[in-house]
Every structure is written in structure tokens, then in C-alpha cells.
């Protein structure tokens, strides 16, 4: 009766009213907890259907659907051939794992597929261990990243800092322009170098074979893909170059490289799943390339859909984002095909062509559906070096050089960041330059909070200008007490700045038969804090002196409590403000 009923409604909300019978209540419904938590692990697709999409938004989406689909076809092949993988995988992972994202995904508008972002690192993995080992590494990254989604870290990724994200991504497109050189000026070589400064080398030696008709199609392609991204968004410049491109190869019979004399045709098919076989060997040499994989998708993916949201105005949800994600990465392994994560340019184009739902997006993977099975054939013809230039047109717009050269000019500790990430993604490794930012990056904002924190006695404090009233009448009244003084804390209380209690009660040369510390600007304590606020507490009392803690918030005390200090200088001790503190050392 409910389904009859949905039947008969404006809007196509019947999958609404199937989701409210007994049987099948909600999907969330299996989610333990709260109705935040139930909600946090929907996909939007599923909240969009129940609360109804209109057919204007239906024939919108498809619209989108279909023009981002055209979009995508080119980049989908150039991603693959850049990546050091046949050009059909980069179909694979835009079909399926475009239409997982974009079903079970937290964003009503993200659109997923292979990225510009991933050449490095796939391109790295399939030279050290193979397509098989790419396969497999995609796979590991997979269940990496719906691990994250279950333990709710969409949140924490979204505050990677800003400097660490512009210093990879600008490196990145730095390598991805200089592993096009090869085709856009058309040289006779070999196989491009791995290394950044090899290939610059191998370029070189190798200049006397440049072939001017490669760099004419190469630059016209960068040319159309430019003029026409400013005059409509409704047909890609891209694929306008490639049929230009194309047709110009095929009638006047130009000397150059197509997909074809490299890879031979493409397969108007998708392959058949197969898991790939893992050993305990293989997950050990392969933890630290899909760990790279997982850290890249997760923050590009919410990147994007954090754009997303600006553009559209609306909220994703970040942590079922990160587990269609990895649920896409795995598919994507299984069908033969290379990492995929939300990809900025296809979103926005999706937006700004009129989808609002991930219907566009699923729109999307079956429109690369079609064109596999009855016009990939025609694929092969495509030039190398018209796929050289559209790529060198996205390493452009990934380069994000006016950010990059606003952050040399900020904090100095910004541009130390900034800066080991760019040189390490094209010197070393994508791998290390990730792992070595993150790390330098929560040091960095460990010493800021440590320099934020600091324990000053109140007669230092009362002679700051910005002195408040508390800290002045604490100043005052400790002033007519014999014995009593009084330390105000500010800051967070941890490990990186428990060494200054040391060092400011180091400084007292007469011990007060009274210490009152003031706890009301200390917002967390963690283990460390708590360890040598202790063992400075037990000092105190080994040498006779009374401790009174004064404001304590909630949340601390409970640390405090846990960890037995409330025990140690006794519960009548810990007073609520200063005027019962001063009360307590009288």
C-alpha cells in the first residue's frame, strides 16, 4: 500500500516510503547509537530519495550527468597513460568507481574518478612493482580509507594544514608537466626516467628528435582546451581538441605517436572481477605506497567535497564520504582499474552545468558506460601528443601558483612546510614528502600551543596592561597574605609544555606554606601534563606546602580526577573561583 501510494506522488519519493515499511525502516537503522551517528553513515543518495527530487532536478542531473561524463573520457585516458597503466583502466576506475561514489558517497554533488593527483605515486608503484602490485595496493588503500570513514576521521582530515596540501599538489603538477615532455614535443626516446632531474636529463640528449607536428597539436590542443573553457562550460575544450586532433592525424597522414601504436586498441568491455592474491609479504612491502594512496584520496576527496559544499551551499557528510571512497578503491582494484578519489574540476563542472544530486554522478559512470561499448574503438586514434597537451593544461590549473607564492610570503613556519613538501614530492617521493609533512607539520603545531601555553605568578601578571579584574584582585589579596602565592596556567596543559612548571618552580627561591593555581584558561590535560603536574604537586607537599587548585573546568577536573590529584591535595581543596580559594588560604 505504501509503495502504491508512492506511485502516485509528484516526486520520486517511492524508495522514501519502501524505506519506512517495517522491514526496511532505514539503513541507518543498523548503526548502533544516537540518530546523529545513524545519519552520519547514509549516504546522501538515500536521504535525497526520502525526502523527494523533483523532475526538473532529475532532468538537470542528467543533463550534468551526461557533460561531465564527456569531460571525463579524455582525462580518464590521459590519467591512465601518465600513470604508466593501458589507457582502458583509467575508463574502469572512472565507470565504477565514479558510480559507487557517487551512490553511497556523503556529498549530493561529488563526482569521482581517476586524478591528476595519483599519476605520481601509480606511476611509481607500477615501475617498482608492476600492474599486479598497483592492483594490490589499491586494495590495501581501499579498506585504508573505509577504516577511516568507521573511525569517524573525515573531521581530522579536513584540518591537514593548508601550506602541506598547496606544497604537494604544486609539486605534483610540476612532475606531471615534466612526464609530458616526451609526447607534446613529440621526441624519439625511450622510457621516460623515473626521476625528476633524469628526465629533464633524457629530455636533453634527445632534443635533436623533436617532431614539430606532435608540438603543433600539442600546443593547438592547450590552446582550444583554454578559449573554450572561457567561452562555455557546456562543451569541454578537451574533447573538442581531440576530435580536431584526431581528424587532422587521420586526413593529412601526420608522422606521430597515437594510443594505438602504443597500446593497441581499447576493449569495448568492462573485465571480469578478480581479487587479487596478497601474501603477508606482499601487504609488507606494499603498507607504505597504499598508505600514501589512502592519505592522498581521503584529503583530496574531502577537499573536494568541502569545495563542493561552498559552491552549492550545502554540508557533506565527511566521515561516509571517506567509506564510498575506499568502498570505490576496492571495486576499482577488482575491475583492473587505478586509485579514484573526488575529482575538484569534474564536481565543479557538474555544479555549474546544474546537478544537485548524485544522480548526475551516476548519470556520469554510465555515460563512460556507453561510450565504452560502442565508441571506445574509435579511441585508439587519439594522438599522444593532444593527450600530452590536455594534461599539461591540468597541470597547470593544479599548480595553484598564486597560492603558492602567497604562502612564501606568510609565517615562516608555513614556508618551512610549504616547501619540504613541494621539493620532497619532486625530488624523493610523494610517499616520504606526505609522511615527512604531516609530521613536521604537527611538530610545528606543537611548539606554537606550547608557546602558547604559560605559568606566571599573578604579582608578574597584575602589571600587564591587559591584566583583568580577577588578576588584579588575586594580586592584591595575595599581597596582604604572609606565605600564599598564587600561579595562573594558561594554555593547553601538555606534553609539550609541562616542562614550564618545571621551569617556573624552579624559579621560587622561599617556598610559601600556600600555592594556589589558577586552572580556569587550561581547556585539556593529557598524560604527560598530567604526569609532571603531579610529580611537581608531591614536591610541593614533600617540602610542606599547601596546594589549592582554583576554577577548574569540567572536563579537566574529570582528568585530574582520574589520574589522582584530586586525591592527592584532597577534594575541600579544589575551589570553584579565586574568592573561595582566597577563602580556603585564609
Known amino acids: 500500500m505504501c509503495i502504491r501510494k508512492c506511485l502516485h506522488e509528484k516526486k520520486f519519493n517511492f524508495a522514501a516510503c519502501f524505506l519506512t515499511e517495517k522491514t526496511g525502516d532505514c539503513l541507518a537503522s543498523g548503526f548502533k547509537g544516537s540518530k546523529a551517528m545513524q545519519k552520519m553513515f547514509v549516504p546522501k543518495l538515500f536521504s535525497i530519495i526520502r525526502e523527494g527530487v523533483t523532475r526538473e532536478q532529475v532532468l538537470k542531473d542528467i543533463s550534468a550527468g551526461v557533460i561531465v561524463g564527456i569531460v571525463a573520457l579524455p582525462l580518464a585516458i590521459a590519467f591512465a597513460i601518465a600513470s604508466g597503466v593501458p589507457p582502458e583502466k583509467g575508463l574502469y576506475t572512472a565507470i565504477?568507481?565514479?558510480?559507487?561514489?557517487?551512490?553511497?558517497?556523503?556529498?549530493?554533488?561529488?563526482?569521482?574518478?581517476?586524478?591528476?593527483?595519483?599519476?605520481?605515486?601509480?606511476?611509481?608503484?607500477?615501475?617498482?612493482?608492476g600492474v599486479p602490485g598497483l592492483t594490490a595496493a589499491t586494495l590495501i588503500a581501499g579498506v585504508m580509507i573505509v577504516l577511516m570513514g568507521f573511525a569517524r576521521l573525515g573531521s581530522v582530515l579536513k584540518?591537514?594544514?593548508?601550506?602541506?596540501?598547496v606544497g604537494f599538489t604544486s609539486g605534483i603538477a610540476l612532475i606531471i608537466f615534466s612526464?609530458?615532455?616526451?609526447?607534446?614535443?613529440?621526441?624519439?626516446?625511450?622510457?621516460?626516467?623515473?626521476?625528476?632531474?633524469?628526465?629533464?636529463?633524457?629530455y636533453g640528449q634527445n632534443f635533436?628528435?623533436?617532431?614539430?607536428?606532435?608540438?603543433?597539436?600539442?600546443?593547438?590542443?592547450?590552446?582550444?582546451?583554454?578559449?573554450?573553457?572561457?567561452?562555455?562550460?557546456?562543451?569541454?575544450?578537451?574533447?573538442?581538441?581531440?576530435?580536431?586532433?584526431?581528424?587532422?592525424?587521420?586526413?593529412?597522414?601526420?608522422?606521430?605517436?597515437?594510443?594505438?601504436?602504443?597500446?593497441?586498441?581499447?576493449?569495448?568491455?568492462?573485465?571480469?572481477?578478480?581479487?587479487?592474491?596478497?601474501?603477508?609479504?606482499?601487504?609488507?612491502?606494499?603498507?607504505?605506497?597504499?598508505?600514501?594512496?589512502?592519505?592522498?584520496?581521503?584529503?583530496?576527496?574531502?577537499?573536494?567535497?568541502?569545495v563542493a559544499d561552498g559552491m552549492i551551499g550545502g554540508s557533506h557528510r565527511s566521515n561516509m564520504e571517506l567509506v564510498a571512497q575506499g568502498a570505490a578503491n576496492v571495486a576499482s582494484a577488482i575491475f583492473g582499474g587505478i586509485p579514484a578519489t573526488g575529482a575538484i574540476a569534474r564536481t565543479a563542472t557538474n555544479v555549474k552545468n546544474g546537478g544537485r544530486t548524485p544522480i548526475a554522478g551516476i548519470v556520469h559512470a554510465f555515460t563512460l558506460l556507453v561510450i565504452v561499448l560502442?565508441?571506445?574503438?574509435?579511441?585508439?586514434?587519439?594522438?599522444?601528443?593532444?593527450?600530452?597537451?590536455?594534461?599539461?593544461?591540468?597541470?597547470?590549473?593544479?599548480?595553484?601558483?598564486?597560492?603558492?607564492?602567497?604562502?612564501?610570503?606568510?609565517?615562516?613556519?608555513?614556508?618551512?612546510?610549504?616547501?619540504?613538501?613541494?621539493?620532497?614530492?619532486?625530488?624523493?617521493?610523494?610517499?616520504?614528502?606526505?609522511?615527512?609533512?604531516?609530521?613536521?607539520?604537527?611538530?610545528?603545531?606543537?611548539?606554537?600551543?606550547?608557546?602558547?601555553?604559560?605559568?606566571k605568578a599573578v604579582s608578574e601578571l597584575a602589571t600587564d596592561e591587559q591584566a583583568d579584574e580577577e588578576i588584579t584582585f588575586a594580586a592584591e589579596q595575595v599581597g596582604q597574605?604572609?606565605?600564599?602565592?598564587?600561579?595562573?596556567?594558561?594554555?593547553?596543559?601538555?606534553?609539550?609544555?609541562?616542562?614550564?612548571?618545571?621551569?617556573?618552580?624552579?624559579?621560587?627561591?622561599?617556598?610559601?606554606?600556600i600555592v594556589i593555581f589558577r586552572l580556569r584558561h587550561v581547556p585539556f590535560i593529557d598524560a604527560t601534563g598530567l604526569y609532571s603536574f603531579k610529580t611537581m604537586l608531591k614536591e610541593l607537599q614533600e617540602q610542606k606546602t599547601k596546594i589549592i587548585l582554583s576554577g577548574t573546568r569540567p572536563e579537566v577536573r574529570t582528568v585530574l580526577q582520574q589520574g589522582g590529584i584530586v586525591d592527592l591535595i584532597g577534594e575541600k581543596n579544589m575551589a570553584e573561583n579565586i574568592q573561595e580559594a582566597m577563602e580556603l588560604a585564609n
Open 179 to 202: 612526464s609530458q615532455v616526451k609526447d607534446f614535443l613529440g621526441l624519439q626516446m625511450g622510457a621516460v626516467p623515473a626521476g625528476f632531474i633524469d628526465k629533464w636529463l633524457a
Open 374 to 455: 560502442f565508441v571506445g574503438q574509435w579511441a585508439k586514434l587519439i594522438p599522444m601528443a593532444c593527450l600530452a597537451g590536455i594534461l599539461v593544461v591540468v597541470a597547470y590549473n593544479m599548480s595553484e601558483w598564486h597560492a603558492f607564492l602567497s604562502l612564501t610570503r606568510g609565517p615562516k613556519q608555513d614556508v618551512l612546510v610549504l616547501l619540504t613538501a613541494f621539493f620532497l614530492t619532486v625530488l624523493v617521493d610523494l610517499t616520504v614528502a606526505i609522511e615527512i609533512g604531516v609530521v613536521l607539520s604537527a611538530f610545528l603545531f606543537m611548539r606554537r600551543m606550547a608557546k602558547i601555553s604559560e605559568v
Open 159 to 165: 584540518y591537514i594544514p593548508y601550506s602541506l596540501v
Open 96 to 129: 565504477i568507481a565514479g558510480f559507487i561514489i557517487s551512490s553511497f558517497g556523503g556529498s549530493r554533488v561529488q563526482i569521482g574518478g581517476p586524478t591528476g593527483a595519483f599519476i605520481v605515486i601509480v606511476y611509481g608503484i607500477v615501475q617498482e612493482f
Open 481 to 513: 597574605l604572609q606565605g600564599v602565592q598564587i600561579f595562573e596556567v594558561n594554555g593547553p596543559l601538555f606534553f609539550g609544555a609541562a616542562h614550564k612548571f618545571k621551569e617556573t618552580m624552579g624559579k621560587i627561591n622561599v617556598r610559601p606554606k
Open 208 to 306: 635533436d628528435s623533436v617532431n614539430f607536428y606532435a608540438i603543433g597539436i600539442a600546443a593547438g590542443t592547450v590552446l582550444i582546451t583554454l578559449i573554450f573553457s572561457k567561452i562555455t562550460s557546456k562543451i569541454p575544450g578537451s574533447l573538442i581538441a581531440i576530435i580536431l586532433a584526431t581528424l587532422a592525424v587521420q586526413f593529412f597522414e601526420m608522422p606521430v605517436e597515437t594510443i594505438a601504436t602504443r597500446f593497441g586498441g581499447i576493449p569495448n568491455s568492462l573485465p571480469s572481477p578478480e581479487t587479487p592474491a596478497l601474501t603477508f609479504h606482499d601487504i609488507q612491502q606494499l603498507i607504505s605506497p597504499a598508505f600514501t594512496i589512502a592519505m592522498l584520496g581521503a584529503i583530496e576527496s574531502l577537499l573536494s567535497a568541502v
